[in-house]
C-alpha cells in the first residue's frame, strides 16, 4: 500500500495546501510519494523532498505541465498510477478540476474533500453543507480521494530527506489552453492559510464601506480579509475573497464575521474556525448559532470602536 500525491504548487514554491494532503496520506499509512509536475519547477520538488514523512518525489518537468492544465495532469498521473493504492489531492480548485478526471480515466469513484480517514478503505466526509457526515467505504483497487485541508494539520516542511526521480512527460494532450490568468496581490496573508480573517458581509452596504471599516480593522490584526457570497455577488469584493461552500473553506484561529447574516452556504466553509466572532445588529441573525462571541451592534458603530481599541 502505497499513497501518492499530487503536488499543488506554481513552479517555484510548494503550496501549504500540499501539506496537508500528506498528512491525510500518513494516516492512510505506506510509502508516501509526491508527484511534482511543471516546467522549471525544480525547486518545488527540492521542497517537497523535506516534508517529513515523504519517501519519494516524482518530478515531471515539460514546458506543457507549466500551465496546470488539468487535462495534461490527469493523463500523467493516471501513466503513474501503477503501484499505488490511494491518489492523493487537496481540495483546491486545482485538485478539484484534475481528480475527477483522474477517477475518470481509471474508471473508479471519487472520494471527495474528506476530513478523517477511519482505515485505508474507509473515509469520513461531509454533506449537505456540512450538516452531516458520511461514512465512506470504496473497495476500489485505487482510491482517488482530495481532501478538505482544514480537517488535517499540516505535515512539517522540513526534516525529510526524500529522494527526487524524474519521470517521463507524457504528450501535451492540447485539449486546453490558458489564455490568461488575473492575480489578486495583497500584502496580507493568503485568505486559505491564514490565521485570522475578516469578512464582510451584505450587511456592509457597498464597497466603499467595505474597504474602508475593515481594512483598518485586518490590518491591525494582520489578518486576511474575506466575505460571503452576497458581499461578493454584490460586487462588494472580488470572487477570490468569497468564503463558504462555493468558495474558499477555511478554519483559521479567528474568524471575524461582520454583518454577515449566516447563511448555511457561509457556515459550511468557516464554522470549523477555532473562535467566531459576529458583529450583526439582528438578534436572529443564524450566525449567532455558531459564534464563540456575539454583539448585537451596528457595525458601522462597533468596528471602528474595535479598530481605535487594538
Not at 506543457?64 to 501513466?79: F, K, M, R
Amino acid at each position: 500500500m502505497s499513497p501518492l500525491v499530487i503536488a499543488e504548487h506554481d513552479n517555484a514554491i510548494l503550496k501549504a495546501a500540499t501539506l496537508n494532503a500528506v498528512t491525510a496520506a500518513a494516516k492512510i499509512g505506506g510509502e508516501i510519494h509526491i508527484l511534482v509536475a511543471g516546467a522549471g519547477c525544480g525547486a518545488v520538488a527540492e521542497q517537497a523532498a523535506k516534508v517529513a514523512g515523504v519517501a519519494k518525489v516524482k518530478l515531471a518537468d515539460a514546458a506543457h505541465y507549466g500551465d496546470q492544465t488539468a487535462e495534461n495532469l490527469a493523463a500523467l498521473i493516471v501513466a503513474n498510477a501503477a503501484g499505488y493504492s490511494h491518489i492523493i489531492a487537496a481540495a483546491t480548485s486545482n485538485g478539484k478540476n484534475t481528480l475527477p478526471r483522474v477517477a475518470a480515466l481509471l474508471d473508479v469513484a471519487q472520494i471527495s474533500e474528506i476530513i478523517s480517514v477511519v482505515d485505508a478503505d474507509t473515509f469520513v466526509r461531509p454533506i449537505y453543507a456540512g450538516n452531516a457526515l458520511a461514512t465512506v467505504k470504496s473497495s476500489d483497487a485505487t482510491k482517488v480521494i482530495t481532501v478538505r485541508t482544514t480537517g488535517f494539520d499540516a505535515a512539517a516542511n522540513s526534516g525529510g530527506s526524500a529522494a527526487i526521480e524524474a519521470v517521463a512527460a507524457g504528450p501535451d494532450l492540447g485539449q486546453s489552453k490558458l489564455m490568461s490568468r488575473e492575480l489578486t496581490k495583497s500584502a496580507r496573508p493568503e485568505l486559505a492559510a491564514a490565521k485570522i480573517i475578516v469578512s464582510g458581509g451584505r450587511g456592509m452596504g457597498n464597497g466603499e464601506n467595505y474597504h474602508a471599516l475593515l481594512e483598518p480593522l485586518a490590518d491591525k490584526l494582520g489578518a486576511a480579509l474575506g466575505a460571503s457570497r452576497a458581499a461578493v455577488d454584490a460586487g462588494f469584493v472580488p470572487n477570490d475573497y468569497q468564503v463558504g461552500q462555493t468558495g474558499k473553506i477555511v478554519a483559521p484561529q479567528l474568524y471575524i464575521a461582520i454583518g454577515i447574516s449566516g447563511a448555511i452556504q457561509h457556515l459550511a466553509g468557516m464554522k470549523d474556525s477555532k473562535v467566531i466572532v459576529a458583529i450583526n445588529k439582528d438578534p436572529d441573525a443564524p450566525i449567532f448559532q455558531v459564534a464563540d462571541y456575539g454583539l448585537v451592534a451596528d457595525l458601522f458603530a462597533a468596528v471602528p470602536e474595535l479598530t481605535a481599541a487594538l
